[in-house]
Structures are given as C-alpha cells and as structure tokens.
C-alpha cells in the first residue's frame, strides 16, 4: 500500500514563528504536492515538485516556500506564520505520467494564534 | 484557478437511495477522477475515468463522463451511512505532467 505520511495532525504556532511540515511517501513517486483545504473553497494548490530540487509555483505560493532534497520527501515552510494561514494542509504524491491517482496524507491542522 | 465545479454542494439522503453527484469542467481533460474525504482526514481516491471512456463501475460506484458537455457524473447506489463524507471530482489537463485540480466537493450525508 502506499503511504503518505505527515510530520504531524495537529500543529499550533504563534504569529511569526517558521512552520516546517514534512512530507514523506514510500512509493518512488516522482511527483509531490502541498495544497491547503479551507471551508467554501476546496483544495487549493500552493506548490508542487515533479523531482528533486525542482518546485513549481501552484494557485497560491505567497508566504510559503518547499523544499525537495530526497524523492521521498517534500517540505512546506511557512517563513514567518501569519493568522491567515490558519488551515488544513493536504500532502499528495503521484507517479509521473497523464492516469494515476494521487495518494493524500491525513492532513496537518496548523492553527496560527 | 479551479476547473472542476460540483454540483449540488450539499446532498441529504435516506440510506437505502441512490446519490447522484455532478462536475463540470471547462477544458479538455486526458481523465477525471473522483475522491472522498472523510471529515478531517485526507482525501482517498474512488475512480478514475479517461477521456475516451463513456462510463466506469466499480462496486456501488458508476461514474459516467460526456466529454461534449464537458461534465461527469457519480452514482452511488443504495447508500450506507458510511457514505457521509465529502466528494470531489479532480481534473488534469492535456499537457504531459499536468497537476490535478480538484473542485469545492460535495457534502454528502446519508441519514440511518
């Protein structure tokens, strides 16, 4: 079975603070994704990866940045955490090619007070 | 920007009925795909459908697609209870390596 994990479920940090939220698939994906999931506007893309050391900007990069060092592993970091990005954040990654299904992690609920 | 927009946004049903749930999209697709999601948690993929099909089953699932429409639809038959959850259909573009983009989702909750 594939799996995609996350570093954690629920994460609670103060305005200000860097946010780090690992990602981590066992699958030799290829491609990776980092979107965020808030009520009355569904999933919306902030970046994604298609290999190692390469990212491309999704619907709404500002005030995020990734990192892909490994194949395995996608990192999202929030600079500097701002109450606005108070979400729920989705990791999904996906074999190369134009009919796969993604694979989700459970999700990280980042509250930022 | 989101290509996929389902429809009703919200269903209520008795357990025992068919749901019926509709996306439409606006540019030419190689597939489209459905996911659930349960409350909180990640989303889990239910079907994948090609643009050269016309309709899919899998279990209590049938999902059909009209590529001249521009819309798919999934039918779930006799609903469970378990089936409260959250559906969105997902497209991709013609283009090689091209990302999914997911709709708001449909709320669907099946009453015992």
């Known amino acids: 079975d594939v799996k995609v994990t996350q570093s954690s479920r629920y994460l609670v940090k103060r305005t200000g603070e860097k946010v780090f939220l690992e990602c981590v698939q066992d699958?030799?994906?290829?491609?990776m994704f980092w979107y965020r999931q808030d009520p009355g506007l569904g999933l919306r893309l902030i970046y994604f990866?298609?290999?190692?050391?390469?990212?491309e900007k999704g619907d709404i990069p500002e005030g995020y940045s990734v990192s892909r060092e490994k194949k395995e592993r996608f990192s999202l970091i929030l600079e500097s955490a701002s109450t606005n990005q108070t979400s729920m954040y989705l990791c999904?990654?996906?074999?190369?090619?134009?009919?796969?299904?993604?694979?989700f992690g459970p999700g990280t609920r980042l509250t930022v007070t | 920007s989101q290509q996929g927009e389902e429809d009703p946004q919200a269903l209520s049903i008795q357990e025992g009925e068919n749901a019926t749930m509709n996306c439409s999209y606006k540019?030419?697709?190689?597939?489209l795909q459905w996911y659930r999601q349960n409350s909180g948690r990640g989303l889990v993929h239910l079907i994948l459908?090609?643009?050269?099909?016309r309709e899919k089953h899998s279990g209590r699932l049938r999902v059909t697609l009209d590529t001249s429409k521009k819309s798919s639809s999934l039918l779930i038959t006799a609903s469970r209870a378990a089936d409260t959850a959250s559906y969105f259909c997902?497209?991709?573009?013609?283009?090689?390596?091209?990302?999914?983009?997911f709709g708001k989702g449909i709320t669907l909750s099946v009453r015992p």
């Open positions: 699958m030799d994906h290829e491609n």
């Open positions: 997902a497209t991709d573009g013609t283009g090689a390596n091209s990302k999914l983009t």
């Open positions: 540019t030419s697709i190689n597939n």
């Open positions: 999904a990654s996906i074999r190369a090619g134009p009919a796969y299904e993604q694979y």
């Open positions: 990866s298609y290999d190692v050391k390469m990212k």
């Open positions: 459908i090609r643009s050269n099909e």
